[in-house]
């Protein structure tokens, strides 16, 4: 099943959707910058000076200079945005509607007193062939899909560790144990490398603060600057998004009733950028990370926060929307980042527990469906305030083949490590069975499965 846009038909009609959001980003963000008298003033002053500073294409700028809200619409404009222009000139929302209908004012203004436009011959339902749009959410993979989700990365991404690396302290001895468990990974990873990684995370406190905690948040933007989070930007290069792909994994997913968030513009903090620098190395910022990114928060820092269940659920509706891909053929990784046990506060700080850490990495392999009846009290009382962070790593494994009839996974590397930080350190890559791009990682070794202290 491929994804349906049946709003699409729907004559004189375009849905802003995300597609239509990230083609209309920068033409939105100028009409959003009109609720400001100063801007306003500039504007009419030097209306093409003006559109300068906001990137916008060849299209959107005539649009606008010609007050063509059809094509304003058509190049990714909402009506909310674009009627800040229209205000700015004066016109009224009946005149802006007006309009784009191809009638005067006057006769746009006597159709509404006269009781608007009638629905008939103006909606998809008169249209012969007409049927409604299925609701049927896939419970198997498709075989024919162009996006293959191959392997499933987990891993802790504890601040410090991209400290460690950051200023060349991966010899000394406290950190030398900690990265030999990524040395494997990182072989894999040269021989290995996807066209796009679904990295699943969580915010500290960076891109997000007090005034908004969104649940769930799905990145859709062409690029994310590396954050300062207080003691300058890691020396990372910033992470390039995949936009088209990210708007066909919203559009589906929210289908599939889950309400996300989509963010055009973020930064992202070392919840994203330590496992990337563990997996591929100590890059500069002027280098570039051998894949593209997909960012998907998840509030796990202010209760409520999503249940394991939850969390699963989401990674079933992502692996939905991979196969219903009709692009390029793409090579898709999935990463749950986070964890392990940890707490960061009160006079608890300092909680490891290896046994449970090691369990939990125990039913993601054998039970993830299990794992989700843990409750939030059963992570926090084990693993620490923080150590809810795992919930994040059901999202990867709910995704994966065998929860969609298909075979079950095949543990390639397994790693275990206390301490590092404040952190217990968990590890895994899972890969699925029929992966078609999947190699043994050059003198790899065999996989281990080590616990150290």
């Known amino acids: 099943m491929t994804l349906d846009k049946p709003y699409k ?38 209306q093409s000076a003006y559109l300068d500073e906001w ?6 700028k005539q649009a606008v200079l010609d007050m063509d ?42 159709m509404m007193v006269g009781g608007g436009r009638r629905p008939e011959g103006n909606r998809l339902k008169d249209l012969d062939g007409w ?59 040269k021989d290995n490398a996807p066209d796009v990684v679904i990295l699943v995370y969580n915010d500290h406190a960076t891109a997000f603060d007090a005034s908004i905690i ?22 990372v290069p910033d992470v390039k998004g995949y936009p088209e792909f990210a708007a066909h994994l919203a559009q589906s997913i929210i289908q599939d009733d889950f309400d996300l968030t989509l963010v055009n513009e973020m930064v992202v903090d070392h919840g994203l950028t330590v496992p990337l620098s563990l997996t591929y190395g100590e890059l500069g910022p002027d280098e570039q990370w051998p894949t593209r990114v997909i960012p998907l928060a998840v509030n796990v820092v202010q209760y409520p926060v999503p249940s394991a269940r939850r969390c699963y659920e989401l990674g079933k509706a992502l692996r939905r ?25 009160g006079p ?13 990495l125990d039913h993601l392999i054998a039970d993830p469906l299990g794992l989700t009846e843990w409750p939030h009290m059963e992570y926090v009382d084990e693993a620490g305030s923080e150590g809810i962070e795992l ?63």
Do not use: C
């Not at 990137?55 to 959107?60: E, G």
């Not at 601040?159 to 990974?185: C, H, N, Q, S």
């Not at 608890?348 to 939990?360: Q, Y």
């Open 9 to 46: 038909d729907i004559p004189g009609t375009t849905i802003y959707d995300a597609e239509q959001a990230r083609k209309g980003y920068n033409l939105n963000q100028f009409a959003m910058s009109l609720m400001k008298p100063e801007n306003r003033e500039r504007f009419l002053a030097d």
């Open 69 to 110: 809200m059809n094509t304003m619409i058509a190049e990714g404009g909402n009506i909310y945005f674009l009627a800040k222009i229209g205000a700015t000139h004066g016109m009224s929302f009946q005149q802006m509607a007006g309009s784009m209908t191809g009638m005067t004012e006057a006769a746009y203004r006597d």
């Open 321 to 345: 929307a991979i196969d219903k891909w009709d692009g390029e053929e793409l090579n898709v990784q999935i990463w749950g980042t986070g964890g392990m046990s940890h707490q960061l506060q």
């Open 214 to 235: 969104p649940t769930f948040v799905l990145g859709t933007g062409a690029e994310y600057p590396v954050a300062d989070e207080g003691y300058g930007p890691r020396p």
């Open 55 to 60: 990137n916008l294409n060849p299209v959107q």
């Open 131 to 189: 049927t409604p749009p299925s609701n049927e959410k896939a419970q198997t993979m498709r075989p024919d899909a162009p996006a293959k989700f191959t392997s499933a990365l987990f891993t802790s991404h504890v601040p410090a560790i991209g400290a460690a690396m950051d200023l060349g302290k991966t010899e000394e001895p406290y950190w030398k144990r900690v990265f030999d468990g990524y040395e494997w990974t990182r072989k894999w990873a």
């Open 348 to 360: 608890r700080a300092g909680l490891i527990n290896k046994e449970w850490d090691n369990a939990f």
């Open 391 to 453: 919930v994040d790593w059901l999202i990867a494994r709910g995704a994966m083949d065998d929860q969609f009839q298909g075979g079950e996974p095949v543990v390639d590397h397994r790693f275990y490590h206390v301490p590092a930080s404040n952190t217990a350190v968990g590890h895994l890559v899972i890969s699925n069975p029929a992966a078609p791009h999947l190699s043994e990682p050059a003198s790899a070794g065999a996989n281990p499965e080590e616990t150290t202290e």
